[in-house]
């Protein structure tokens, strides 16, 4: 039974494995990039049926991986994560005839995923407007950089500007003096892939209550000023903090980073200072600062910050992150370390907690499973991700499509 | 609209949760018009004094944080250590339809408030469980904030920094906030599910997990070996139009151009030097990135001429990918902020806007944020819901296992 477990699921004791609750849904994935399409690939991996449309030469995200700012290697991983699972039919959606082959399958369809910017949505025709009379039980969700109205609704968005700079995550997430704090690839648009499933389940339980389908989106602008919510927050009533200071400058020397003696750093998050204030002092070895009137209290530990500093800084800087781990274990102190992914593909706390899976594609043997977990079922396991018009045919017969027809199709350009 | 026809009306919510990103996907479910009770101990969440007990929130007269995670719930404060107050948590999970819980497993098997033994009292309960690093393994029992579980112990904080420089700084509840979001998709997963098989289940997610998804890309390069090192400065960009120039009014211009190919010519027009596309260092994107310093350079020179009102219509003008680091100060008067929906007016004395929750309904709107409760604020009328006498409510908090 155990080896049925969900990754991640349920501790010991297990619990029976049922259909994917996805079962059935045909997705068609109109979208390129990241967002959009790892929303596509979460359904998916709860068995969704996910039809990817991509023009003639493909998504550009299948060059992804040819950018500077991603890690340098032969293999497409970035389009193995976000193909996954996912059959490819390759249509020229600039081409008449490929309109009505879209038709058809928009109405067999439960759910179209979109992120043209809405200018070339509207060029198109691939507007809600457009879409509802063509299958009015649809969920159509929609992916903008900016929104849907006002002055920049037709700016195309990418995470690093729409998610990070516009919200203030990145002005906020640098030390005093240094340059704006940065992103890593894509990691905005897989954020903001959680709401787009949220959305498009919530329209979904819509249509179950109502026999009605609907409109759901949201924008990497509105996810990046929610996950900098609490900044935000105070901002609209007027509060500000000013950048962080270095580590060797902190506001709080017990919520700060210290250098251990293997150069690893460690980040110290006492908030419940003062439950813990003397269990720190026993661990590291001081039991005197405990009675050091500098830092009696809560107030005066924060407010004499550099001098407690100077005190932990050299003490932290004598042993390995691995002694400290030995030192603090039981303590309730919280503390962690600044990880290196080189030590995160093998750490055994990722296997346990289902972050990693298996796959059946040779090229990636493991990837990155999505962060949500269910004690009924397993995300389904990735195979490779489809070549440009991998399953052209196949949809097309599904979608009642007889061989002449489609012959007919590919002769007109339709199909690329 | 009424809210009895939002998507999430009639749904009971049980928040018996902390801090962050567990009440924020209550906070979520609450928008969307589902009854949200938070249990709370007799000490409240603490998360209704983090705004003073951490150093880096933003000081405010008005509680934000707080407002912000618990609008539109309704707080009962049970101990529940005591059982009386045991007994009336079950009367309540009987009648509730998803229970949010985060405490650490430890705690959760003292309370006796794991899956297992909850199942029993509803079989239709959704019971979602939030952890920071995973319902089993070495690490299950450690308490999980979003600084060392979803940022740290990712790998996103030590490749979010410059060459040289110390790891990179993760704003209040940031990663919380994303996490929140994968809660509330599981929890409407086992929705779906529930409405299939009219069973309740388990679902959850983790700190960890979420921080290493939102990582995906390089988390799934190291996966297969290829590893990213740490961001040049600004003045040593891998591509010098992929990088951040200031302006003559000291704001931050990120400038992202993806296609180069197509924009190399709209730049140099763009910022006057129509030139650079004659010369020689800067003719193919290789020539570009090999010489990304001298590019880097010229561009740096070139954006410090003018201010961001002139960039922002300069390379809007010639199409070209760009993006403003906003100051926070910027965000409320944004008016792109309010037509992404992302600012929202508030019933709110002191605290007129809030942030809304990111989904957006064609069919519906979020319910407008009202006041947070005060602790126990709402204890005699829920338990009067569950249909207990004034007496029994009174004997309950003699016994101290209510406030």
């Not at chain 1, 995200?61 to 193995?80: C, E, V």
């Not at chain 2, 000490?43 to 405010?60: E, L, T, V």
Request: aromatic content about 6%; hydrophobic content about 40%; charged content about 25%.
């Amino acid at each position: 039974m155990s080896q049925d477990l969900p990754p991640g699921g349920p501790p010991p004791g297990g619990l029976p494995l049922s259909g994917l609750p996805l079962d059935g849904l045909v997705v068609l994935d109109v979208s390129s990039f990241i967002a959009a399409p790892a929303a596509a690939a979460t359904l998916a991996d709860f068995g969704a049926d996910v039809i990817k449309i991509e023009p003639p030469d493909g998504d550009p995200h299948r060059n992804s991986f040819r950018n500077a700012s991603y890690p340098t290697s032969d293999l497409n991983f970035p389009w193995q994560l976000d193909g996954r699972l996912k059959r490819s039919l390759a249509l020229d959606l600039k081409n008449a005839a490929a309109r009505g082959v879209l038709e058809r399958l928009i109405g067999r369809a439960d759910v179209m995923i979109v992120n043209f910017p809405p200018p070339a949505r509207e060029r198109l025709r691939l507007g809600w407007e457009d879409i509802e009379p063509l299958n009015p039980r649809l969920v159509y969700c929609s992916l903008t950089g900016y929104g849907e109205s006002g002055p920049d609704r037709d700016r195309p968005g990418f995470d690093v500007s729409a998610y990070f700079g516009r919200s203030g995550i990145l002005d906020a997430a640098r030390y005093e003096d240094g340059p704006p704090g940065l992103s890593l690839p894509a990691q905005g648009d897989r954020a903001t892939a959680m709401t787009l499933v949220a959305a498009i389940l919530m329209g979904l339980r819509q249509r179950d209550r109502t026999g009605k389908g609907c409109w759901v989106g949201t924008s990497l602008y509105a996810n990046g000023v929610w996950a900098n919510g609490t900044s935000a927050a105070g901002a609209l009533v007027g509060a500000r903090l000013p950048p962080r200071q270095s580590p060797d400058k902190p506001r709080n020397a017990l919520t700060n980073l210290y250098r251990t003696s293997d150069d690893r750093w460690l980040q110290l998050l006492m908030v419940r200072d003062d439950r813990l204030w003397a269990p720190l002092c026993t661990a590291i070895g001081r039991p005197d600062l405990l009675e050091d009137p500098r830092f009696g209290s809560r107030a005066e530990r924060r407010e004499r910050a550099l001098e407690l500093h100077r005190e932990l800084a050299p003490i932290f800087v004598t042993r390995t992150y691995a002694d400290w781990e030995t030192a603090f274990a039981g303590t309730g102190i919280p503390f962690g370390v600044i990880g290196r992914l080189a030590d995160v593909v093998d750490d055994e706390q990722a296997r346990h907690a289902g972050i990693f899976a298996d796959t059946d594609n040779p090229e990636i043997p493991r990837t990155v499973n999505n962060p949500i977990r269910l004690g009924f079922a397993k995300p389904r396991k990735a195979g490779p991700p489809p070549t440009i018009g991998e399953h052209s045919e196949e949809i097309l017969r599904e979608a009642g499509y007889s061989a002449d027809e489609i012959d007919a199709l590919g002769k007109s350009g339709a199909l690329g | 609209m009424t809210e009895s026809d939002l998507p999430l009306a009639g749904l009971r919510v049980l928040d018996i949760s902390s801090f962050i990103a567990a009440p924020a996907a209550a906070v979520v479910l609450g928008d969307w018009g589902a009854d949200v009770i938070k249990v709370e101990g007799p000490d409240g969440d603490p998360n209704r004094r983090i705004m003073h007990d951490s150093s880096n929130y933003p000081k405010s007269e008005v509680n934000y944080p707080w407002h912000m995670d618990s609008r539109n719930k309704r707080s009962l404060v049970l101990d529940l250590k005591l059982p009386e107050a045991r007994a009336a948590l079950d009367r309540l999970i009987a009648v509730s339809d998803v229970l949010i819980c985060n405490f650490p497993p430890p705690v959760r098997d003292k309370l006796k408030l794991a899956y297992e033994d909850v199942k029993p009292v509803n079989p239709r309960l959704i019971y979602a469980s939030l952890t920071g690093y995973g319902e089993s393994g070495p690490d299950r029992d450690r308490p999980g904030f979003d600084a060392t579980a979803y940022f740290a112990r990712s790998g996103l904080l030590d490749a979010q920094r410059y060459e040289g420089g110390p790891p990179g700084v993760p704003g209040p509840a940031q990663g919380d906030r994303a996490t929140a979001m994968g809660l509330v998709s599981a929890i409407l997963m086992a929705l779906i599910h529930r409405m299939k098989t009219g069973e309740g289940s388990w679902v959850g997610t983790s700190l960890l997990g979420n921080g290493l998804w939102s990582c995906g890309v390089i988390a799934q390069a190291a996966l297969v070996g290829a590893f990213l090192p740490h961001r040049p400065p600004p003045e040593r960009p891998r591509s010098a139009l992929g990088n951040i120039y200031t302006t003559s009014d000291d704001r931050w211009l990120q400038l992202t151009i993806v296609r180069e190919d197509k924009m190399w010519v709209p730049l140099c027009q763009a910022i006057g030097q129509p030139e650079l596309t004659d010369d020689a260092r800067f003719v193919t994107q290789a020539d570009r990135r090999q010489h990304s310093a001298d590019l880097a350079a010229i561009l740096k020179h070139a954006f410090a001429q003018r201010d961001y009102e002139h960039w922002r219509k300069a390379l809007a003008d010639n199409g070209i990918t760009f993006g403003v680091i906003s100051r926070p100060q910027d965000v409320p008067g944004d008016e792109q902020a309010v037509a992404c929906g992302a600012v929202v007016e508030t019933a709110i004395d002191g605290m007129p806007r809030t942030l809304a929750n990111p989904i957006r309904l064609g069919f519906a709107e979020q319910r407008i944020a009202g006041p947070s409760p005060a602790l126990g604020q709402h204890s005699d009328e829920i338990l009067g819901e569950l249909g207990m006498s004034r007496d029994e409510i009174a004997r309950l908090r003699q016994s101290g296992a209510l406030r």
